[in-house]
C-alpha cells in the first residue's frame, strides 16, 4: 500500500522543497487561492489534484539528488530472531514514528532476515490472544523491505516508498540505516 502525507503536511513538504504556493499552483493546474485553502484546511482537493501535488513534491524533492547515506536514520533500530514480539511491542511504543523493525542475524554481521511492522504486530497480538513474551520474533516474520547502497541517489527509490514505505541501507555488506518516506521528503 502506497503511502501519501496527510493534507496537514503539504504546506511543511511544500515549504521544505522551498516551492511557493504560486508554483506549486501552476504544476497542479489549481489557483494560488486554492492551495492556500488546502493547506489551511478549508478546501480538500480532488483526488486527482491530491496526487499531482505529491508527484510535484516528490519531482521537487528529487532534483536534489542526495545520497542516501546523507538522510539515513541511524542508529538503526532493530531486532534479532531471538526477540519476542514484547521487545518488538515495546520498542514500538518507546520510540516515536517508528512503524517498522528490520529483523537482522545479530549485531555484527547485520544480515536481513525480514521485518515487523507495528500494525501486523499488534493485529497478530489481539487476533491470537497470547502473550507477547512467549511469541518470537523469528515466528512472526514478514517479508523483507527493498535494501539499497548507501551512496544511491535518494532520487532512485522513490517508487520503493511509494510501494513499501522504506528501504534498508548498506555499507560494507552490513544493514547500516533506514531511509522512510518522512526521511525522502524532510531531508535535503
Known amino acids: 500500500m502506497s503511502y501519501f502525507p496527510k493534507f496537514d503536511e503539504i504546506k511543511e513538504f511544500r515549504i521544505k522543497q522551498g516551492i511557493t504556493q ?8 489549481v489557483s494560488t487561492n ?8 478549508r478546501a480538500k482537493p480532488s483526488a486527482e489534484n491530491y496526487k499531482k501535488i505529491f508527484e510535484y513534491l516528490f519531482q521537487k524533492s528529487d532534483e536534489k539528488e542526495v545520497k542516501l547515506e546523507e538522510i539515513w536514520a541511524t542508529p538503526l533500530i532493530f531486532l ?3 526477540k519476542t514480539a514484547q521487545d518488538a511491542k515495546e520498542i514500538f511504543e518507546s520510540e516515536k514514528d517508528i512503524e517498522l523493525l ?13 521485518k515487523i511492522t507495528k500494525k501486523v504486530l499488534l493485529e497478530y497480538l489481539e487476533k491470537n490472544n497470547r502473550e507477547a513474551n512467549r511469541i518470537m520474533i523469528q515466528d512472526i516474520l514478514e517479508e523483507s523491505p527493498v535494501t539499497v547502497p548507501h551512496d544511491t541517489p535518494k532520487t532512485k527509490i522513490t517508487k520503493f516508498l511509494e510501494e513499501n514505505n522504506c528501504v534498508l541501507v548498506t555499507k560494507n555488506g552490513k544493514i547500516t540505516g533506514i531511509v522512510n518516506y ?4 524532510m531531508k535535503p
Do not use: F
Not at 22 to 29: C, N, R, T, W, Y
Open 22 to 29: 504560486s508554483e506549486l499552483a501552476k504544476a497542479v493546474g
Open 34 to 41: 486554492m492551495i492556500g485553502q488546502i493547506e489551511t484546511d
Open 80 to 82: 534479532t530472531p531471538g
Open 102 to 114: 528490520p529483523v537482522l542475524t545479530n549485531d555484527t554481521d547485520r544480515h536481513l532476515l525480514g
Open 182 to 185: 518522512w526521511d525522502h521528503m
